[in-house]
Nanobody, 121 residues
């Protein structure tokens, strides 16, 4: 379990951009895989983007080409750059930390408190 704090959410117009940040308390941040999830009202929390300890990234099809996940291990922070925002991107965005056990098996370490992103004209 680690302490995660998201920031950077807000209200933007369609086509606008936001950069979300997730600051982690763990001194072992560089050993963790990090994810961004989002959850809209009445919907399940869904995986948006993943970045591994080695910097490999993956994205949900709905955000591919518009969102970019990155990390700064020196700052214990993961980012989500969101461009070309659409109303359907409106949700609370959460970061998640995982520790790889082996292969594709990982252990969940914790969620941040979430940051609201609202895309509306």
């Amino acid at each position: 379990q680690v302490q995660l704090v998201e920031s950077g959410g807000g209200l933007v117009q369609p086509g606008g951009s936001l950069r979300l940040s997730c600051a982690a308390s763990a001194s072992t941040f560089s050993t963790l895989d990090m994810d961004w999830y989002r959850q809209a009202p009445g919907k399940e929390r869904e995986l948006v983007a993943t970045i591994t300890t080695g910097g490999t990234t993956s994205y949900a099809d709905s955000v591919k080409g518009r969102f970019t996940i990155s990390r700064d291990n020196a700052k214990n922070t993961v980012y989500l750059q969101m461009n070309g925002l659409k109303p359907e991107d409106t949700a609370v965005y959460y970061c998640r930390a995982r520790r790889i056990i082996f292969g594709n098996t990982s252990a969940h370490l914790g969620w941040g408190q979430g940051t609201q992103v609202t895309v509306s004209s």
